[in-house]
């Protein structure tokens, strides 16, 4: 049974950085993306991140130069170390796995965790 567990969302000041982990259990294709997605009240889901099975990194416009993933395959965490946060990055975070095909489309990952709330203030 695949589960996927975020963790590391919390409160934070404009400018300030958060750390979050999605912790992958019963998973281990290799030849899958992962990804980061994000929810606002009131908002679609959108892609925040993305890494392709040959590593390649990919971003948002809106958070490209201050996010960054990660693969740590020892531990088998998709990380999120999310810099110079701003109040429109406030959201419900969500990581994913087992992507075939375009990282950002939601349709494309199998299995999804349930969430982390960051919420950035002015």
């Known amino acids: 049974q695949v589960q996927l567990m975020e963790s590391g969302g919390g409160s934070v000041q404009s400018g300030g950085s958060l750390r979050l982990s999605c912790t992958v259990s019963?998973?281990?294709?290799?030849?899958?993306?992962m990804g980061w997605f994000r929810q606002a009240p009131g908002q679609e889901r959108e892609a925040v991140a993305g890494?392709?099975?040959?590593?390649?990194?990919n971003y948002a416009d809106s958070v490209k130069g201050r996010f960054f993933i990660s693969h740590d395959i020892s531990k088998n965490t998709l990380d999120l170390q999310m810099n110079s946060l701003k109040p429109e990055d406030t959201a419900k975070y969500y990581c994913?796995?087992?992507?075939?095909?375009?990282?950002?489309?939601?349709?494309?990952?199998?299995?999804w965790g349930q969430g982390t709330q960051v919420t950035v203030s002015s």
């Open positions: 994913a796995v087992d992507c075939e095909g375009a990282w950002d489309l939601e349709y494309m990952y199998r299995y």
């Open positions: 890494l392709d099975a040959d590593g390649t990194t």
């Open positions: 019963g998973y281990t294709h290799s030849s899958a993306c």
